[in-house]
C-alpha cells in the first residue's frame, strides 16, 4: 500500500488519527464540511505536538515535516482523489455514517480501502451502502490516538483477507497494537466497557453513593486510572447514549439498556466536557473556583 491516507473528520478522533499517520511519515488530507473545523483540528495536532517536544520525545524539524504532511480540504470528492486508504472518524451517528460512505465509495479509487473509526457500529451494515464491501473495515483507534497503543481491527461479514491483512500490518507500521475483532454490536473494547459506565450511572440514579465515591472506588479497588463516571464525561454523554443504544438495539438485552439518567442528562444537553457539565462541573467559573482554593490553602 502506498502512503495517500484521507481522514474524514478533523474532531478529537478524526485529528488524533491524522496527526498519528502524519507524523509516522503518511502523507494525509484531512477532511470536514468547515474550514473552522479544519482548523481547529490542526491546532489540536499542533498543540499536542508541542506536548511531545516538551517531554523530549520529538524535534522542532520533525513537527514541521508532520504539519507539512497534512493537507486540509471541505471537499471530499477533491480529497480522496488517489487515495490508498481513507478512514472515517465522523461523529458516531448510523445514517451520518452510511451517506458518508456512500460518497466515499462514488468518489475514491476502486482498488482503495474503505475503513471507519466507529465504535460499535456493524461493519458489515456500512459496508452494504458500497459497491465494494470486501474493502470495507473498522480500524477503531483508542483517545487520545497518538498516546494509545490499540486498534480494534473489525472484520465486516464481506470483508476479504488481503484487506485485512494490509491494516493489520499498516497498524503496526503507526506503531499500534492491532487486535483483531469481529463484527457483532460493541466489538470488545465498548461491549465490555459501556455496560460498565451504564451500570455506574445506575448506581448513582439508585442512590447507592455519590459520583466521588462511585469514582473513587473503581480508582483505588480496581486499579482505574479514571473513575468510570469522570470516564464517561470525557468520552461526552451523547456518544455512551449511543453505543448504548447500539448494544440494545443489536442484542435485544435488557441488560443493556441504557439508564434513565443517562437518558435525561443527554435530553438537558449535559453531555460531560463537550458542553461543560456532566457528572462533573467543567465550567469556567467551577476552574477559577478550584484555582482560588489552591491559592487559600
Given at each position: 500500500?502506498?502512503?495517500?491516507?484521507?481522514?474524514?473528520?478533523?474532531?478529537?478522533?478524526?485529528?488524533?488519527?491524522?496527526?498519528?499517520?502524519?507524523?509516522?511519515?503518511?502523507?494525509?488530507?484531512?477532511v470536514d464540511v468547515s474550514q473552522d473545523?479544519?482548523?481547529?483540528?490542526?491546532?489540536?495536532?499542533?498543540?499536542?505536538?508541542?506536548?511531545?517536544?516538551?517531554?523530549?520525545?520529538?524535534?522542532?524539524?520533525?513537527?514541521?515535516?508532520?504539519?507539512?504532511?497534512?493537507?486540509?480540504?471541505?471537499?471530499?470528492?477533491?480529497?480522496?482523489?488517489?487515495?490508498?486508504?481513507?478512514?472515517?472518524?465522523?461523529?458516531?451517528?448510523?445514517?451520518?455514517?452510511?451517506?458518508?460512505?456512500?460518497?466515499?465509495?462514488?468518489?475514491?479509487?476502486?482498488?482503495?480501502?474503505?475503513?471507519?473509526?466507529?465504535?460499535?457500529?456493524?461493519?458489515?451494515?456500512?459496508?452494504?451502502?458500497?459497491?465494494?464491501?470486501?474493502?470495507?473495515?473498522?480500524?477503531?483507534?483508542?483517545?487520545?490516538?497518538?498516546?494509545?497503543?490499540?486498534?480494534?481491527?473489525?472484520?465486516?461479514?464481506?470483508?476479504?483477507?488481503?484487506?485485512?491483512?494490509?491494516?493489520?500490518?499498516?497498524?503496526?507500521?503507526?506503531?499500534?497494537?492491532?487486535?483483531?475483532?469481529?463484527?457483532?454490536?460493541?466489538?470488545?473494547?465498548?461491549?465490555?466497557?459501556?455496560?460498565?459506565?451504564?451500570?455506574?450511572?445506575?448506581?448513582?440514579?439508585?442512590?447507592?453513593?455519590?459520583?466521588?465515591?462511585?469514582?473513587?472506588?473503581?480508582?483505588?479497588?480496581?486499579?482505574?486510572?479514571?473513575?468510570?463516571?469522570?470516564?464517561?464525561?470525557?468520552?461526552?454523554?451523547?456518544?455512551?447514549?449511543?453505543?448504548?443504544?447500539?448494544?440494545?438495539?443489536?442484542?435485544?438485552?435488557?441488560?443493556?439498556?441504557?439508564?434513565?439518567?443517562?437518558?435525561?442528562?443527554?435530553?438537558?444537553?449535559?453531555?460531560?466536557?463537550?458542553?461543560?457539565?456532566?457528572?462533573?462541573?467543567?465550567?469556567?467559573?467551577?476552574?477559577?473556583?478550584?484555582?482560588?482554593?489552591?491559592?487559600?490553602?
Amino acid at each position: 500500500m502506498n502512503k495517500n491516507i484521507v481522514v474524514i473528520g478533523a474532531g478529537t478522533m478524526g485529528n488524533g488519527i491524522a496527526h498519528t499517520f502524519a507524523q509516522t511519515g503518511f502523507k494525509v488530507n484531512l477532511v470536514d464540511v468547515s474550514q473552522d473545523a479544519l482548523d481547529r483540528g490542526v491546532k489540536t495536532i499542533t498543540t499536542n505536538l508541542d506536548r511531545i517536544i516538551a517531554k523530549g520525545n520529538l524535534t522542532e524539524d520533525e513537527k514541521a515535516q508532520t504539519l507539512a504532511n497534512i493537507t486540509t480540504f471541505t471537499a471530499l470528492e477533491d480529497a480522496v482523489k488517489g487515495a490508498d486508504l481513507i478512514v472515517e472518524a465522523a461523529t458516531e451517528n448510523i445514517d451520518l455514517k452510511l451517506k458518508i460512505f456512500q460518497q466515499m465509495d462514488a468518489a475514491a479509487p476502486a482498488d482503495c480501502i474503505l475503513a471507519t473509526n466507529t465504535s460499535s457500529i456493524s461493519i458489515t451494515k456500512i459496508a452494504s451502502v458500497t459497491s465494494r464491501p470486501e474493502k470495507v473495515i473498522g480500524m477503531h483507534f483508542m483517545n487520545p490516538v497518538p498516546i494509545m497503543k490499540l486498534v480494534e481491527i473489525i472484520k465486516g461479514y464481506s470483508t476479504s483477507k488481503e484487506t485485512f491483512d494490509a491494516i493489520y500490518e499498516m497498524s503496526k507500521v503507526l506503531g499500534k497494537v492491532p487486535v483483531e475483532v469481529n463484527d457483532y454490536p460493541g466489538f470488545v473494547a465498548n461491549r465490555i466497557l459501556m455496560p460498565m459506565i451504564n451500570e455506574a450511572i445506575y448506581s448513582l440514579y439508585e442512590g447507592v453513593a455519590g459520583v466521588e465515591e462511585i469514582d473513587t472506588v473503581m480508582k483505588l479497588g480496581m486499579a482505574h486510572p479514571m473513575g468510570p463516571l469522570q470516564l464517561a464525561d470525557f468520552i461526552g454523554l451523547d456518544v455512551c447514549l449511543s453505543i448504548m443504544n447500539v448494544l440494545y438495539d443489536g442484542f435485544k438485552n435488557p441488560k443493556y439498556a441504557p439508564c434513565p439518567l443517562l437518558v435525561n442528562m443527554v435530553t438537558a444537553k449535559k453531555m460531560g466536557v463537550k458542553s461543560g457539565e456532566g457528572f462533573y462541573d467543567y465550567s469556567e467559573s467551577k476552574k477559577a473556583e478550584k484555582i482560588s482554593k489552591q491559592f487559600a490553602k
